[in-house]
């Protein structure tokens, strides 16, 4: 299984709402990846876990915040977003965050917000 | 700080041509640089890896090459066929001021293969 999943594929929400991103791997990766990607525009890395501890936060506002319950899973809770806040949220992993490595993208969940 | 550019940002051409993608960054202290590709609102697919003590990898039609010192790589494509139209992107992967490991992305080439 060389797969990352994440749900929901696409969420459409207010200015008030709190949700959450779900990210999912079963390849025993211990390094995983929230990234935003804007239309027309490359990745831009968010968080990274390593071995279910925040190793990495690009300066991210704090309305996001990633949560690594174990090590297949990561969420990325959403709370009082800005419209600006629409993207593509990609999720990624790989083996354990060593330079060597491929990261394994999942398809993204598409967020609106209204 | 990384910069990764890819020239040209569109690019169509007839199925069955060879061609070439082109990937550009400012400093050379990478680790390795990954093609991907992204279909239109989908994820990203990896492509080839490519360490940074390797001159090149090929898998099937794809070909990647890399020369650090002046801070290129290109992608090779044989034999182009429309399912090969997406989105290509590079990433090189350095380590930043703060010691963290971060991938940064190229703008990408929007490749069409015209049937």
């Known amino acids: 299984d060389t797969e990352v999943t994440q749900t929901p594929k696409h969420l459409v929400m207010g200015m008030t709402n709190k949700k959450s991103l779900k990210c999912e791997q079963h390849?025993?990766?211990?390094?995983m990846y929230w990234y935003k990607q804007k239309a027309k525009k490359p990745p831009e890395l968010m968080f990274v876990?390593?071995?279910?501890?925040?190793?990495i936060n690009e300066s991210v506002p704090s309305r996001f915040s990633p949560e690594c319950p174990n090590s297949s899973l990561l969420n990325l809770h959403l709370h009082a977003l800005q419209p600006e806040d629409s993207a593509l949220y990609l999720c990624?992993?790989?083996?354990?965050?060593?330079?060597?490595?491929?990261?394994?993208f999942g398809p993204g969940t598409r967020l609106l917000v209204l | 700080k990384q910069e990764v550019t890819q020239i040209p940002a569109a690019l169509s051409v007839p199925e069955g041509e060879n061609l070439v993608l082109n990937c550009s960054f400012t400093?050379?202290?990478?680790?390795?640089l990954q093609w991907f590709r992204q279909d239109p609102g989908k994820g990203l697919t990896s492509l080839l890896l490519?360490?940074?003590?390797?001159r090149e990898q090929t898998s099937g039609r794809l070909n990647a090459s890399l020369d650090k010192s002046s801070g290129r790589s290109t992608l090779y494509i044989a034999a182009s066929q429309p399912g090969d139209s997406a989105t290509y992107l590079c990433?090189?992967?350095?380590?930043?001021?703060?010691?963290?490991?971060?991938?940064?992305f190229g703008t990408g080439t929007r490749l069409t293969i015209i049937p």
């Open positions: 390849m025993g990766h211990r390094a």
């Open positions: 990433a090189v992967r350095t380590i930043s001021n703060f010691g963290n490991e971060k991938l940064t």
């Open positions: 490519i360490q940074s003590s390797q």
């Open positions: 400093d050379s202290a990478i680790y390795n």
């Open positions: 990624a992993s790989s083996q354990d965050g060593s330079l060597q490595e491929t990261q394994y």
């Open positions: 876990y390593s071995y279910e501890k925040l190793s």
